[in-house]
């Protein structure tokens, strides 16, 4: 049944390359999967695997990749990735040696997969139970492990339904998982072999943090006022913030779009347009001779329209925002809290743990409609001790829950 139900969506998928681009692009990689192995990889070589779903499991893992690549470079370390959202962003990446697409789990790419790659050991980040491929890496003797995975009741594993499913858990060598509730669940169907570690995110938003560059045109852009950051932001966000501000113009607005198209870009400077504000694209500032800001930023608004900013643009905040929240879901809440600031976002946010702890610990603030929006930031602006002491319970949550990382290394690799 599981092979049945894999081949068929192996077949929507290819139907689907046709008409989506970001299909076409992972159904074109899979291909190149075995042809890339054989290129890079020689019998002679001990390899550990990692597998990511997309970007997010990615920088889950990537703490532990790094810890491997460090202390133990006999090892060859690869990297696959089933959703191209995380292999176009990360396929250059310099921590891994090979960087592939997971073809479909289907018996004969499983076989040539571990045919080719023979990894030694084995790292699935979070929800990656791909049944095929982990019961045949266990009969060739790989060692299996599930990092920051973090299960629930819910979860189609502990449904009627999906007890055949179940066997794929019983692969791994060893878990380590999010929380005690994933543990006691495992343990309630006889997987005993779980540690609660944490999430290995926190180590690496620390990581990330502590490598953070100043960005000397923010930096001037804010010109020492109260800077509000919206991260990963979407269109029902913006039409509760950007009104908002305009009524509170001595603070600075920086707007990353999730999606940094021109149609969306157009569309957040038509409603800064409406609000009477003044904006500059950061590409703009980039490229002095396209624009004609001053350096010191007389804008109220700086767009960022670029990649790989956010992460060092969140240390300027006084209060950030992170989006989502009203769509599938909101995005890294860990990634702004990490610089002792309070965080915002919507209501689709009960199945992010951090978000639920951060609001749990007075750290972050749900928000559902513009009313609940006002009600938040009025109160850090009359109160500055609440936003300094939120800010603070942000940076003691992160620093509190680091060190996964080293926890699952030293557990695997012993040292």
């Not at 569309?267 to 590409?283: A, M, P």
């Not at 500032?285 to 800001?293: D, V, Y």
């Amino acid at each position: 049944m599981y092979s049945f139900v894999i081949s068929i969506y192996a077949i929507g998928a290819w139907i689907a390359s046709w008409f989506s681009k970001k299909v076409r692009k992972m159904i074109v990689g899979q291909r190149q999967t075995f042809s890339l192995l054989k290129k890079n990889i020689s019998k002679e070589d001990r390899v550990v695997w990692f597998h990511a779903a997309s970007l997010g499991e990615f920088e889950q893992g990537r703490p532990i990749m790094e810890r491997v690549r460090k202390y133990h470079p006999e090892y060859k370390i690869l990297l696959s990735f089933f959703s191209p959202s995380g292999y176009e962003v990360r396929k250059d990446y310099k921590g891994a040696d090979v960087i592939c697409y997971l073809p479909f789990d289907v018996d004969l790419n499983a076989h040539l997969f571990l045919k080719y790659a023979h990894p030694e050991i084995a790292l699935f980040i979070k929800y990656e139970f791909w049944y095929l491929y982990l019961s045949m890496a266990r009969r060739r003797g790989c060692r299996l492990y599930s990092v920051s995975s973090i299960f629930r009741p819910n979860q189609y594993f502990f449904t009627w339904l999906g007890k055949r499913q179940l066997r794929s858990l019983y692969q791994f060598d060893h878990f380590f998982v999010q929380n005690e509730q994933s543990k006691q669940l495992l343990a309630k169907n006889g997987i005993t072999c779980a540690t609660v570690t944490g999430d290995t995110r926190f180590d690496r938003v620390l990581d990330i943090r502590n490598a953070s560059q100043e960005l000397p045109l923010v930096k001037q852009f804010c010109h020492g006022k109260r800077t509000f950051i919206a991260g990963s932001s979407w269109e029902p966000d913006e039409d509760i913030y950007i009104p908002y501000f305009a009524k509170h113009r001595d603070w600075k607005i920086i707007i990353a779009p999730h999606v940094i198209g021109e149609s969306h870009l157009k569309k957040i400077e038509k409603q800064l347009n409406d609000n009477g504000f003044s904006y500059v694209r950061y590409t703009d500032l980039e490229h002095r001779h396209t624009s004609s800001l001053p350096l010191g930023g007389e804008a109220d608004v700086l767009i960022v329209d670029c990649f790989g900013k956010l992460s060092s643009i969140y240390r300027y905040a006084t209060v950030a925002l992170v989006g989502g929240g009203f769509g599938a879901g909101i995005h890294n809440v860990p990634e702004a809290a990490v610089y002792g600031i309070p965080v915002l976002f919507g209501p689709n946010n009960k199945k992010f743990m951090e978000a639920q702890e951060l609001l749990k610990a007075g750290a972050s603030f749900e928000y559902v409609d513009a009313l609940s929006f006002a009600q938040i930031m009025d109160r850090f602006i009359a109160d500055s001790a609440f936003l300094k002491t939120a800010g603070d319970k942000a940076a003691n949550y992160i620093k509190s829950n680091s060190g996964a990382a080293d926890l699952v290394y030293h557990h695997i690799f012993g040292d």
